[in-house]
């Protein structure tokens, strides 16, 4: 039988949910804490808070049974084996991870630790901050021999992030001693042995596939630097393809066949090579701006990163640039709007490419009709509905009388609308698609002047933005 693990997740974001409800769901005791009471309450009565596929079925399985949730982190230490630190670390204006959460958490548990525990960093942090949490609880009184710190990063891609969790590439576990990683073998022997898999209401993995994961058990700085590391390296992928697909559009190549002949290549990969108008989100942009200023205060020159971040900035400004070009001027233009999160599968419009075009878009004078299937009300809070700002039920209403319809976020609904249907609401037929959803051949074919990235059209239109964008 597997051994059960007392767990405490603090933090009931992204993370810390979807890891509290995953523990559960893999056979361990789990009690998520945050300090914000009504969150707790919410949780409680029944709600899910984010928008995250297969998150609403494992709380609903779990909740009042083997996930607690409290407000009440003094009693949660008093009971748990492990404790998962998944507050948040948002961005200084340096660049720096802001560790104030995970400093006070680390407090907190000190004052309330009464046997050995496992205090395991789950939130992005920069190297050596397993050492900050190790010596805040010694200047908090608590003796070297009651904890040890873990780290133990996560991969989680918003909207994926349950079967990611379930059916991770690999579980990292950066320790430096040998009973502190034990623990966390304990807690993931479900997966790596693929004894979860057996169970009759397992989540499947993506193509149905249940291999057990492997787990690599690294020094606590390693662990801490593959987090920072390996979103770093995807983003860095899509500054690349993206500098790729400015190429090819000055040269009348196709960045989808460049990038499928580049992805063929195993050493390369064909993930995370689409083009578009830059990556967003909680992570990329937080983390890469982080692990520059890690290396800069080391006297590292990573000055990649720099690229990385000024390629992908470009990127929406040339988007910018491309709607400019096809509509010869801003000021007065009705444009419909498709997406506002920032990718597709979740409501999450932080640091989002479409929230920050549409800011561009109406400072430049265009009003602006949008739709997004799960991220318009979130949206509301930073795009109030105003004489320039308003939302659509859904895309065809989002195109009524437009001068164009923008695609912004990559929803897979996106590509089952009714291009005829789109053409007839549109004032003016021009497609302007920032994430390539289409077949150029399609959408011409159905009349419709179509602009996208990195991809020669057959439209005289093309010619014009390139000129101009070059
Ligand atoms: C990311 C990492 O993938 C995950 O491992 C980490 O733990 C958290 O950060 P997430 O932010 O949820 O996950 O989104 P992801 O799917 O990685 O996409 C990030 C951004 O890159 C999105 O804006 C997406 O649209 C963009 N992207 C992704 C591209 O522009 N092109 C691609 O090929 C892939």
Redesign the pocket.
């Known amino acids: 039988m597997q051994k059960k693990v007392r767990i405490t997740v603090v933090g009931s974001g992204y993370v810390g949910l979807v890891a509290a409800a995953c523990f559960a769901e893999i056979g361990h005791d789990v009690i998520c804490v945050d300090n914000d009471q009504s969150k707790i309450d919410a949780l409680k009565g029944g709600a899910c808070l984010i928008h995250e596929e297969f998150l609403p079925e494992l709380l609903d399985r779990h909740r009042n049974g083997r996930l607690q949730f409290s407000a009440n982190l003094a009693e949660a230490t008093a009971g748990s084996d492990a404790i998962f630190i998944a507050v948040g670390t948002p961005q200084s204006d340096t660049g720096d991870a802001d560790l104030s959460y995970v400093e006070a958490v680390a407090s907190e548990i000190a004052r309330h630790l009464t046997h050995y525990t496992v205090i395991v960093e789950k939130s992005?942090v920069p190297v050596y901050t397993n050492e900050w949490i190790r010596r805040t609880l010694e200047r908090n009184g608590v003796e070297r021999g009651m904890f040890d710190v873990v780290s133990n990063p996560?991969?989680?891609?918003?909207?994926t992030?349950v079967r990611?969790f379930l059916h991770p590439d690999r579980i990292v576990v950066g320790s430096d001693k040998q009973e502190a990683a034990d623990v966390l073998s304990a807690i993931y022997a479900p997966l790596t042995d693929g004894t979860y898999f057996d169970g009759e209401s397992a989540i499947p993995g993506p193509l149905n596939t249940n291999t057990p994961a492997p787990i690599l058990h690294t020094s606590t700085k390693s662990a801490e630097i593959i987090k920072h590391a390996?979103?770093a390296f995807?983003?860095l992928?899509?500054s690349f393809?993206n500098a790729v697909s400015n190429l090819c559009e000055a040269t009348d190549a196709n960045v989808e066949q460049v990038a499928s002949g580049m992805g063929l290549d195993s050493r390369i990969g064909g993930?995370?090579?689409?083009?578009?108008i830059?990556?967003?989100?909680?992570?990329?942009p937080k983390?890469v701006a982080a692990f520059r200023s890690v290396a800069d205060a080391l006297g590292v020159d990573f000055s990649l990163l720099r690229e990385v971040e000024s390629i992908n900035i470009e990127q929406q400004k040339r988007f910018l640039r491309k709607i400019r070009s096809a509509l010869w001027t801003l000021r007065g233009k009705k444009l419909g709007v498709l997406g506002l999160a920032?990718?597709g599968g979740?409501d999450d419009i932080r640091d989002?490419?479409a929230i920050a075009l549409i800011q561009m878009l109406i400072e430049e004078g265009c009003t602006v009709c949008a739709f997004d299937p799960a991220g318009m009300e979130r949206a509301h809070a930073v795009l109030p509905v105003s004489a320039t700002m308003s939302y659509a039920a859904d895309a065809y209403e989002a195109a009524m009388e437009a001068d164009a319809l923008l695609i912004l976020t990559?929803w897979d609904e996106f590509c089952d609308l009714d291009l005829n249907r789109i053409k007839l609401n549109l004032r003016y037929p021009t497609v302007l698609d920032g994430r390539n959803l289409f077949d150029p051949k399609t959408v011409s074919g159905a009349g419709l002047t179509y602009v996208s990235v990195g991809r020669p059209t057959a439209h005289p239109i093309r010619e014009h933005a390139v000129k101009q964008t070059a």
């Open positions: 992005t996560e991969f989680l891609r918003e909207g992030a990611d390996s979103n995807l983003a992928k899509i393809i993930r995370f090579l689409r083009p578009g830059g990556y967003g989100g909680s992570c990329f983390d920032f990718k979740t989002s490419p990559d």
